[in-house]
């Protein structure tokens, strides 16, 4: 049973160009959240979402970036026109129900850095 | 709002040799999960184990360890016969029962020497 895929893996862009961030869930798991983590800090809440549905987006900047969990395909993480204080690892995770009584299992990660 | 602090941002020891992580977190709910999780150097974070706040027996997985102290709210992870992979950030999470988001410490950087 695979786990959390994300990709890439890393990611470089130019200020001012378009960063796409996939994740996809694992088997049987409908809801995905999306973290950010900056150097030498620990993880913040981004988003939350289901299939077609964005639950809770209280964690993300309210403008460039953007999220979806399309019914089919993976769930996407886009930020537009990123800058440097964008250079972070974005993590993804799932879990089969609401969390709380079920543990979110995360993906690898994406490292974008911004030149 | 809750907070989560990881008071030892670094911490050493032999191989072979017990290790105690601490976390306290700070909340006014009754309910709730807690979480420790590790990052190797690979950047994955791994789940290394869970505890919920209304069972009074610490959670254990194999050479992993907790010691939830509710009352003190404190949840250190205890590492037994440490090994080299067990190298790397280890993060404490809280969640509570009613919501889904992680809020997590700020880490502590575990190295076993050989």
């Known amino acids: 049973n695979a786990g959390v895929m994300q990709n890439p893996r890393h990611l470089v862009r130019r200020r001012g160009q378009e960063a796409r961030l996939r994740c996809s869930p694992m088997?049987?798991?409908?809801?995905v959240y999306w973290y950010r983590q900056l150097p030498e800090e620990g993880l913040k809440f981004m988003v939350y979402l289901q299939k077609e549905n964005i639950i809770d987006e209280s964690g993300m900047p309210k403008e460039r970036f953007s999220a979806e969990f399309p019914k089919e395909g993976p769930s996407i993480l886009r930020i537009q026109q990123v800058v440097r204080g964008d250079s972070a690892a974005y993590f993804c995770a799932s879990s089969p129900e609401r969390g709380g009584t079920d543990t979110q299992y995360f993906g690898p990660g994406t490292r974008l850095t911004v030149l | 709002a809750q907070t989560v602090t990881q008071s030892q941002p670094e911490m050493s020891v032999q191989e072979a040799e017990t290790v105690t992580l601490s976390c306290t977190y700070d909340?006014?709910?009754?309910?709730?999960?807690l979480f420790w999780y590790k990052q190797p150097p690979s950047r994955q974070m791994i789940l290394v184990i869970r505890q919920e706040a209304y069972k009074q027996q610490n959670a254990t997985e194999n050479r992993f360890s907790v010691n939830f102290q509710k009352a003190a709210k404190s949840f250190s992870l205890k590492i037994s016969d440490s090994q080299l992979g067990d190298t790397a950030m280890y993060f404490c999470a809280f969640m509570r029962s009613s919501n889904y988001q992680l809020i997590w410490g700020a880490g502590t950087k575990l190295i076993i020497k050989p």
């Open positions: 909340t006014s709910e009754n309910n709730y999960y």
């Open positions: 088997k049987g798991h409908s809801h």
